[in-house]
T-cell receptor, first 114, second 112 residues
């Protein structure tokens, strides 16, 4: 069955700490991968995406993610978090042909302490 | 461009009633998807419409239905509401299927 797993449900970090959020997926075929973010009181919005090419992708606000095909993973990283990164982060996968069914992970709530 | 809009923003209903939620996608976007968001469950996919046809459906009972109009606007309907249907219902649109989705603010439904 198609699925996306986010291993960390709640993460608490101090400002300037490094962040890595795990995302693993089970999805047959070639995939498009996304990280979305939901800041408090705001809409879900795209943080970054991978369709093809360089497996290390950079997004907004200094975030990056690496697609490791052999591990079915797409982990999100940021070298130094800020208080304003407090949000909920969702990993998502969709096929890039055929069904195009979008699957979201359950999300990771990140709290950054000032 | 205007973003994805959803109406109403808040709804309170009682068990057994039915409800219709509306979504207007970004102009030019033909794919509209609906999600149910609840604490701890993340985003549960309901269905996707593209060119007025349902293309994908999630694992929800038949009480949940939807449709898309020729102008790409979409509605979803929930009949015979249950307490467990209380959630934030999100609509997302994309220009093409499988691409970046743009989300609306959601409709918060409370079933009493």
């Amino acid at each position: 069955a198609q699925s996306v797993s986010q291993h960390n449900h709640h993460v608490i970090l101090s400002e300037a700490a490094s962040l890595e959020l795990g995302c693993n997926y089970s999805y047959g075929g070639t995939v498009n991968l996304f990280w979305y973010v939901q800041y408090p009181g705001q809409h879900l919005q795209l943080l970054l995406k991978y369709f093809s090419g360089d497996p290390l992708v950079k997004g907004i606000k200094g975030f990056e993610a690496e697609f490791i095909k052999s591990k079915f993973s797409f982990n999100l990283r940021k070298p130094s978090v800020q208080w304003s990164d407090t949000a909920e982060y969702f990993c998502a996968v969709t096929a890039n042909s055929g069904t195009y069914k979008y699957i979201f992970g359950t999300g990771t709530r990140l709290k950054v302490l000032a | 461009k205007a973003g994805v809009t959803q109406t109403p923003r808040y709804l309170i209903k009682t068990r057994g009633q039915q409800v219709t939620l509306s979504c207007s996608p970004i102009s030019g976007h033909r794919s509209v998807s609906w999600y149910q968001q609840t604490p701890g469950q993340g985003l549960q996919f309901l269905f996707e419409y593209f060119s007025e046809t349902q293309r994908n459906k999630g694992n929800f009972p038949g009480r949940f239905s939807g449709r898309q109009f020729s102008n790409s606007r979409s509605e979803m309907n929930v009949s015979t509401l249950e307490l467990g249907d209380s959630a934030l219902y999100l609509c997302a649109s994309s220009q093409l299927r499988g691409e970046t989705q743009y989300f609306g603010p959601g409709t918060r439904l409370l079933v009493l």
